[in-house]
């Protein structure tokens, strides 16, 4: 029920880990089962192919899989039943004469858009990690050092000497074995992880029909940015929904300006092997030019046709929005992945493909990449270990190659298969059907391609390096960016060199002496308030909760003896609170002083993770987001179900109607309301509230404004009449409050240049507002959907209880000249103080508790990174559970006033049944 001890409590339940790690031996995903008849070995996979999808190359996939499954009892006579028989004791006493494999696709947590960095984390850190584990480039450093991947260069295994070197030159590309190859936590070299479905390179693809409709010829592999930009340009016409490109927002859009980066001749990383350290650099005057670049393409203030006001050529959205408008021809270019099994994403009719445009010195840098998989060290048991290699063998095997190509060749598809391979397993015939620019472009991309960062904490680097793109956005978008070209570059640089040291801070741990002394003394400072602070807590809740007093002054005590029977019903409830709060707040409350580490052992830092969090501009900056966020949540649904539910008291008919009407909302599912307002949100004119709000002239936000704050006034001014001067101060700043944001909608229109301004009142908006992409209303937009699902119970509530209003109150206030606004402040409200006092601390407590409407409503972009949010993203995508849990203890060190303050006026309410009102 306290925020404090439940937020806390919440972000520290990951301590259970170490409870359960006592109790039971970690139980990992994969076992061997006995059958009457035979042998069974089960993997868990984090990915397998969908039997019931119809698409070929999925079919493709599927019957490489069952040819694994199919080849499996001979691979594994072949290989291990001599060495299983021979030693029961260590592959334990089963049917080793007959030996089946049975795989099961992992299923868990996934996060829309970040799927691939934080389910794999998530599966790891719940203790459900499957036996093959999926690895990307920019965490195979974390996952390495963190223990989680099991060496598969292992003298006593053999794993990856068991391949001949032909298997190892045809799945492992020159550029990605430094990735998998390199030192772990023992300081040795190991190969860590098998690629699996060969490497992929980012390329651009283009749609031949809008080009085509713009008379704009296709561009080449050897095109430029100017080129890039010039076509952009042409392209866009935003009022049509028609743009150059498409960008993702969020933490995610780093990884499109690195190839800029690339192709200017710079670096987001680098590796001094001298001294075995990892440091930013991409503030080169390379990363001034991309950053330039890519600022201008994407934010550059223009007027369409009509008159509007635009920014950038490229429509900025999530990629759920860019399938959609790219399959409809509304997008010339988008950069995307291909791999070298198969071009199956590319419809040579629609769409063409080209390498990334070179960068001003001629230079280009394609990211490349590749789906590998690795065995998770937490399994144990050798033969699941054995099964899991063979699995990661045949994977991308040329076997099972020559099976996908065969399966796809005879489902129509040949023209799509790579040409490699097409010549490598005997369908040269499909070559002239095969369109000779994709092979060009791909092999372009592979050579002059670089690896994703995969260096120390690089999973952190695309959160890192969107930092300057959104602050280079900001100043373009409000016209602060100077136009004049040293100023610019100077203004840019400064911006990369703040993040660059940030990055060499936070993601490679750079701190200088100073900066760690200075930290360290703030952090022991902090500590010591919070241990007083909390002290104190207990001692109040102590005397709160104690039994009272006796009429002659003697202490009652808890009459353990007297209520035996009641202490023993709730022990299960307090049991459970101490197994699932409290135990979780003692385990991971050490975390707060290590580095922790979910598997292996964890060093002390003592109070550098407090120190570290104190100096972090970030988190302050999350907390006061959720400040806005508490803020925003508290005066919208708070206040605004008893307006509702008092005048659906008074309307004369169509009560159930209307009801019904506002309680609809609250059955649609979270999900559904989500992307229902995502949906409304769309920046364009086809945007819901972007057409509402572009049809209304600037006399009607005028007219609004007005009629919200004489209501508000009047109110303010009956409060002022009663004496109730505080409540009326209060009313009069929310009156100012809603004024203002109706008139702000009017202020862009009445501010046109060269117009008057009495001359505008009668014109709209002259650009559609970017709802969750400008920080300025994207927090706003996040409440407004918690508002309109919940308005409708909430007001219910108060409806019930309004029923148990007895009407001698409305007759006296009658009697004594009342008005309706004079019920509804000295009647209605003082009545129902009880309910609203738990219903502001319900809210309130919700509002703290935003994290994950937040994420799927925004993921965090736009200034709306609150802090639950940031703790999640900390422990759960960066692993940095030290940091998150001092982040989540200073938490609850700022709330436990509140906490306290909610203790005594919950102790003093009393409650009463109301009677049959007649």
Not at 291 to 299: H, Q, S
Not at 722 to 738: D, F, K, S
Request: with cysteine; net charge positive.
């Amino acid at each position: 029920m306290f925020y404090s001890w439940s937020r806390v409590a919440l972000w520290m339940r990951a301590g259970i880990w170490g409870l359960l790690m006592v109790l039971a031996p970690l139980g990992w995903a994969g076992w061997v089962e006995d059958l009457p008849d035979k042998t069974v070995i089960h993997l868990k996979i984090w990915d397998l192919p969908d039997p019931s999808n119809p698409a070929p190359s999925v079919h493709a996939d599927v019957a490489a899989i069952n040819e694994l499954i199919r080849r499996f009892p001979v691979l594994f006579a072949e290989r291990y039943r001599d060495a299983y028989t021979r030693n029961p004791k260590k592959y334990g006493r089963h049917r080793w004469d007959r030996v089946e494999l049975a795989l099961h696709k992992f299923s868990g947590i996934r996060i829309e858009g970040m799927s691939m960095d934080s389910g794999p984390l998530m599966a790891i850190a719940g203790g459900v990690a499957p036996d093959v584990v999926y690895v990307n480039f920019r965490q195979s450093d974390t996952y390495i050092n963190q223990g989680f991947l099991y060496p598969l260069d292992k003298p006593e295994d053999n794993y990856f000497a068991s391949l001949t070197e032909a298997e190892k030159a045809f799945r492992i590309h020159p550029k990605i074995m430094p990735v998998i190859y390199r030192k772990g936590p023992d300081g040795q070299k190991h190969l860590w992880a098998m690629p699996q479905g060969g490497i992929m390179a980012k390329v651009v693809l283009y749609r031949k029909d809008l080009l085509d409709a713009n008379n704009i010829p296709y561009p080449n592999n050897d095109w430029t940015w100017d080129d890039f930009f010039a076509i952009c340009q042409k392209v866009a016409d935003p009022g049509n929904g028609v743009y150059g490109a498409i960008y993702p927002v969020g933490f995610s859009e780093g990884a499109y300006w690195m190839t800029f980066l690339w192709s200017a001749g710079g670096e987001v990383i680098e590796y001094d092997e001298a001294k075995d350290e990892w440091r930013a650099v991409f503030n080169s005057p390379a990363g001034v030019q991309a950053l330039d670049f890519y600022t201008r393409l994407c934010n550059e203030i223009w007027h369409d046709k009509n008159g509007r006001k635009r920014y950038g050529y490229v429509i900025r959205d999530s990629a759920l929005a860019g399938g959609p408008r790219w399959s409809m021809g509304q997008i010339a270019f988008m950069t995307t992945y291909i791999d070298e099994k198969m071009f199956t994403q590319i419809n040579p009719d629609v769409t063409g493909i080209v390498a990334v445009p070179k960068g001003p010195g001629g230079q280009r840098g394609a990211e490349l990449n590749s789906r590998m998989q690795g065995i998770f060290a937490g399994v144990k048991d050798p033969v699941i270990r054995d099964a899991a290699w063979e699995f990661l063998r045949f994977a991308d095997c040329e076997d099972a190659v020559r099976i996908r190509t065969r399966v796809q060749v005879e489902g129509g598809l040949g023209r799509f298969v790579n040409p490699r391979y097409l010549r490598m397993f005997g369908y040269e015939d499909m070559l002239r059907f095969a369109p000779k620019e994709i092979e060009e472009c791909f092999n372009i991309a592979i050579g002059t391609g670089r690896p994703e960062p995969y260096g120390r904490n690089c999973q952190m680097v695309y959160q890192i390096i969107t930092k300057p793109l959104v602050k280079a956005a900001n100043l373009t978008i409000t016209g602060v960016m100077p136009a004049d070209p040293l100023r610019r570059t100077a203004l840019l640089q400064s911006i990369l060199d703040e993040s660059t040291r940030e990055t060499n801070e936070k993601m490679v741990g750079r701190v200088s002496p100073q900066d760690l002394l200075k930290r360290r003394v703030s952090a022991v400072v902090v500590l010591v308030l919070i241990g007083v602070t909390f002290g104190f807590v207990f001692r109040n809740i102590a005397r709160v909760f104690a039994p009272p007093p006796s009429a002659t002054g003697v202490p009652m005590g808890w009459g353990f003896r007297k209520y035996a029977w009641a202490y023993v019903i709730l022990v299960p409830a307090l049991l459970t609170i101490l197994v699932w709060h409290y135990l979780p707040l003692l385990f991971g409350s050490k975390m707060a002083f290590q580095d922790y580490r979910i598997m292996g052992g964890s060093a002390w830092v003592w109070v550098d993770n407090f120190g570290a969090v104190l100096w972090d501009a970030d988190w302050w900056t999350c907390v006061w987001n959720s400040v806005r966020y508490c803020v925003l949540v508290v005066s919208l649904t708070f206040l605004p179900p008893v307006i509702l539910a008092v005048l659906l008291q008074e309307i004369p008919v169509g009560k159930i109607l209307f009801r019904t009407l506002f309680y609809l909302p609250a059955v649609i599912t979270g999900l559904v309301v989500i992307y229902l307002w995502k949906s409304f949100y769309d920046p364009t004119e086809y945007g819901v509230l972007n057409a509402v709000v572009l049809a209304i002239p600037a006399l009607g936000y005028i007219g609004l404004a007005a009629i919200f704050f004489l209501i508000l006034f009047f109110f303010a001014k009956r409060l002022y009449i009663h004496q109730r001067y505080g409540l009326a101060l209060v009313c009069l700043a929310a009156g100012g409050i809603v004024a203002w944001f109706f008139f702000s909608f009017a202020l862009p229109i009445l501010n046109q240049p060269g117009i008057h301004w009495y001359q505008a009142l009668l014109k709209t908006a002259p650009e559609p507002n970017r709802w969750l992409l400008d920080p300025k209303t994207a927090m706003f937009c996040c409440v407004l959907p918690l508002v309109w699902a919940g308005m409708g119970p909430g007001c219910l509530l108060y409806l019930a209880a309004l029923k148990g209003i007895a009407d001698d109150f409305y007759e006296a206030a009658d009697i004594d000249g009342a008005t309706f606004i004079d019920k509804i402040l000295f009647v209605v409200i003082p009545l129902l103080k009880p309910l609203l006092i738990i219903q502001f601390v319900g809210v309130f407590i919700a509002s703290w508790n935003s994290d994950a409407f937040i994420l799927a409503m925004t993921g965090g972009t736009s200034g709306t990174t609150v802090a639950g949010l940031h703790i999640f993203y900390q422990a759960y995508m960066f692993l940095k559970f030290g940091p998150a849990t001092a982040m989540a203890w200073i938490l609850g060190f700022m709330l436990i006033g509140f906490t306290v303050q909610q203790l005594r006026i919950l102790s003093r309410l009393e409650f009463k049944t109301t009677g049959d009102k007649k």
